[in-house]
């Protein structure tokens, strides 16, 4: 059925709703309501107390907006008994023309007291001098502005279900089997769906909410058991070379710190095992996992097994080779380098290389999953940074071998509730210690006033040795990149106007114009000093930018200039994110962080830090009003080096991410499950998930398919689960 076969819906309705993205009757139906609004029982103001909830009905009687450091529009509620002060930090404007003085309004919210009482930003619902207070649970959808203008708000909504459900046989495609909805105990989908928009007492309410995030969870479990139960069956035993293991741990010129040791104690478990073996190596940045990983992969590939190393970009496949070729050729053994830049020549060698097993090890991009790369015997794979691949790119590089093992490699480590979910097939190891003698990267927040005081601070370091990045969020200026500043799709929910987003080329022309005006005798007077031209060799200060646009071998000849010093100020984009090892670079400024998670500024910040000096980064903020949220997430970022601590922030701020797919980009909407929440019920559904593959009796076969059909893996990139 098509939306404009609805009841009321004409041409202006129908495109109000699908600027909404309700473009068919499934969208409206699992557009879950925000709120409900308890009318079982009204409150009278003179029986409010602070810190509880409570719905009245009233006319205001004042109403305006506040200007002072925070605007504000504060309405005086009042229904005979008292008086109920309403504010809206939010949205004043919007909210001082639909409030107006005598019109009446039913309310709901939490209580609060200062100076009398209060309620911030309450549910607010028109009330009609002629209309009858029905003592419902009303259902609160959140509402467009699209729609607002179309005049589609709360009661029409509501109205819609009603119509909407009086359809006979109303079904939706690709629903949970009715077989195992019964087999749980569960309703049915479309009758959980009734309840929540039509809700008549709230344990039904709670009841169908908790079933439908169980559903919606249900089938990234049953793929995971799935996977779990696949490796017990298969592998195949191997004699780990632990001799040519203890050889290059011997030429290392560090000792390994604890963590590494404990690391690799368990992989080489995992590797010398009978089964499959599947982990998860996790760690911040610069904690040392490719160390542990290189020494993994002498253990296979001295057994005679082939080893291979995927790596999202060319720069760190580059920078891998450089730093692992002298320890497999000090072991006796070859390793290759298979980019995409490779040339055909000697692509067409390193590939009879792997075919006929004389190449032992090879480190490469997406290169290495390509058709016509084959191996002799690939025993184990390792994917670094593997939030960047997605499920299928994975599943290509293992298919080239005979189930062999696997090691993927994160620096943004997993939250708890997703490792157990949709890496609940990997053993999850875990590395917390940093290098000795690696000091605290110093992270602060600096205003947009302060500028060019960041600047002339900057230009002051820069000439003393200390390089810095400057990170922008965009490209170039007008490119469209602004509101993917990630690459994700994902703003980081900014409240900035574009025109205040600096790109890559606006920040170099500003730089190179601050450079040019320093002179011998002003430059940080007072600061540090240090005159123009006592920088490195006598040389001018030099400002450049790099980005992912750019041709890579511009790109990488610029990082590599930068790494020797002869660029001071390198401006990027999230390109330098994975892949650039810079141990001069101990500054970094980030522009309008608030347009970036969590996650990726800790990768981000992971850049600077890598040597042995003190080093900074100053999260410069937008011009303009930050919102409250954005500085809160920004100050709560600035206080902490712990990656796995970040994590678990950046999960409850941006969402999952495309949990399955190739970003952490927040994309993945779960509509019921909260990954925050409801964590206590992963581990009932991850044993929900065993039992219903376990119980086989349970279902015929035509049952059976249809289960697997519902959660097997889908190219859907926002199927979740439920429908």
């Known amino acids: 059925m098509e939306l404009s076969q609805l009841p009321g819906l004409g041409p202006k309705r129908v495109q109000a709703l699908r600027k909404a993205g309700f473009n068919s009757i499934a969208d409206l139906l699992y557009n879950v309501p925000r709120n409900y609004l308890d009318q079982t029982k009204v409150t009278a103001i003179k029986d409010c107390k602070a810190g509880e909830r409570a719905v009245l009905i009233g006319t205001v009687v004042r109403s305006g907006i506040i200007r002072g450091r925070r605007n504000r529009f504060v309405a005086t509620l009042t229904d005979g008994t008292g008086e109920m002060s309403l504010l809206f930090f939010q949205g004043t404007s919007y909210w001082a023309k639909r409030i107006q003085n005598g019109s009446k309004w039913l309310v709901s919210g939490a209580v609060g007291e200062y100076r009398g009482l209060q309620m911030s930003h309450p549910d607010m619902q028109p009330f009609d001098d002629d209309q009858e207070f029905s003592g419902a649970i009303l259902p609160v959808y959140s509402i467009s502005e699209a729609c607002r203008e179309a005049r589609m708000e709360q009661k029409f909504f509501r109205g819609l279900y009603k119509t909407i459900f009086k359809f006979p046989g109303l079904t939706l495609p690709g629903l949970c089997p009715r077989e195992l909805t019964d087999y749980l105990h569960f309703a049915p989908v479309m009758e959980n769906l009734r309840t929540l928009h039509l809700p008549k007492e709230f344990p039904a309410i709670y009841k169908a909410k908790r079933e439908m995030k169980i559903l919606e ?194 620096a943004t480590p997993i939250p708890r509730s997703l490792a157990m979910t949709l890496y609940g097939d990997l053993k999850v190891i875990s590395i917390k210690e940093k290098p000795a003698g690696r000091k605290p990267i110093k992270t602060r927040l600096v205003s947009a006033s302060k500028r060019d005081d960041m600047k002339r601070f900057i230009c002051g370091e820069a000439l003393k040795g200390n390089l810095c990045y400057w990170i922008a969020s965009r490209v170039e200026s007008g490119d469209g990149s602004a509101s993917s500043p990630t690459g994700d799709g994902s703003t980081g929910g900014s409240p900035t106007g574009e025109r205040s987003i600096r790109s890559v080329d606006e920040i170099v022309a500003e730089l190179r114009i601050f450079v040019a005006g320093i002179n011998d005798a002003t430059v940080n007077a007072g600061i540090n000093g240090v005159s123009a031209n006592a920088g490195q060799n006598g040389a001018p200060l030099v400002v450049e930018g790099v980005h992912g646009q750019m041709d890579e071998s511009e790109r990488d000849a610029i990082i590599a200039r930068f790494a020797a010093g002869q660029i001071h100020i390198l401006v990027a984009t999230t390109v330098i994110e994975v892949g650039v090892n810079v141990p001069a670079a101990n500054l970094m400024v980030i522009d309008q962080p608030d347009r970036f998670g969590l996650s990726q500024l800790h990768q981000l910040r992971g850049r600077v830090g890598r040597g042995n000096q003190e080093a900074w980064c100053f999260l410069m903020q937008p011009e303009g009003e930050t919102a409250d949220t954005s500085m809160e997430r920004l100050s709560n970022f600035a206080a902490t080096e712990d990656g796995f601590e970040i994590a678990e922030l950046d999960l409850q701020t941006r969402g999952a991410g495309n949990l399955e797919g190739n970003e952490q980009s927040g994309a993945w909407v779960f509509r019921w499950f909260d990954w925050i929440e409801d964590q206590e019920l992963i581990s009932q559904t991850l044993e929900t998930a065993a039992n219903i593959l376990k119980d086989e009796s349970a279902f015929d076969d035509n049952a059976k398919g249809k289960i697997q059909a519902w959660y097997a893996e889908k190219p859907v990139v926002n199927e979740d689960g439920v429908h």
């Open 217 to 410: 969870l249900l089938p990234f479990c049953l793929r995971m058991v799935k996977r779990r139960e696949n490796q017990r069956l298969r592998g195949h035993e191997r004699q780990i070379d632990l001799g040519t293991v203890m050889k290059i741990r011997a030429a290392l010129p560090f000792q390994l710190t604890g963590g590494q040791e404990a690391a690799l104690n368990t992989i080489i478990d995992g590797l010398n095992g009978k089964k499959q073996f599947h982990a998860l190596l996790q760690g911040d940045v610069g904690c040392g996992k490719t160390v542990v990983a290189m020494l993994a992969m002498m253990a296979v590939c001295g057994s005679g097994e082939q080893c291979a190393l995927m790596v999202p970009t060319d720069i760190l496949a580059r920078q891998h080779y450089k730093s692992l070729k002298p320890f497999f050729e000090a072991a006796g053994l070859r390793v290759q380098l298979l980019v995409g830049a490779t040339s055909a020549a000697e692509r067409k060698q390193i590939l009879g290389e792997l075919q006929m097993g004389l190449c032992n090890a090879v480190i490469g991009t997406h290169a290495l999953y390509s058709k016509d790369v084959t191996f002799s015997k690939l025993g184990f794979v390792i994917i670094d940074e593997q939030h960047r691949f997605g499920v299928g790119q994975r599943e290509a590089l293992l298919s080239k071998g005979d189930y062999p093992d696997m090691l993927v490699m994160s």
